[in-house]
């Protein structure tokens, strides 16, 4: 019985391990925005965008126009922020 087992469990993660992962997504910043923050300093200013991605609502800092610099989740009342992008 439990070489039955192992057995179906062995081709069950080989199966699983020789998937491909998905497809990359496109998704178009001005399609997922929720909003823009221009943080600026003495020398420099800094892009802050709320985004939607997933119903998750996550804050993109980005250096000028094209160059993102991080990305985290973003949160409200201490629970992670949801959202919802108008189709």
Same mark, same amino acid.
């Given at each position: 019985?439990?070489k039955?087992?192992? !057995? ?11 998937? =491909?992962?998905? $497809? ?5 910043? *001005?399609?997922?925005? &929720?909003?823009? &923050? ?11 965008? =709320?985004? /939607? ?7 993109l800092?980005? =250096?000028?126009?094209? $160059?993102? &610099? !991080? &990305? ?6 201490? =629970?992670? *922020?949801? /959202?919802?992008?108008?189709?």
């Open positions: 019985m439990r039955l087992v192992f !057995s179906t469990l062995l081709v069950a993660i080989t199966q699983f391990s020789h998937a =491909k992962p998905p $497809e990359a997504r496109s998704l178009p910043l *001005e399609q997922i925005s &929720i909003e823009h &923050i221009d943080l600026q300093g003495q020398i420099r200013t800094w892009k802050l965008n =709320k985004v /939607c991605i997933d119903q998750q609502a996550y804050l800092l980005m =250096k000028g126009l094209t $160059e993102p &610099i !991080s &990305i985290s989740p973003s949160f409200k009342d201490g =629970k992670p *922020e949801q /959202c919802r992008v108008a189709d």
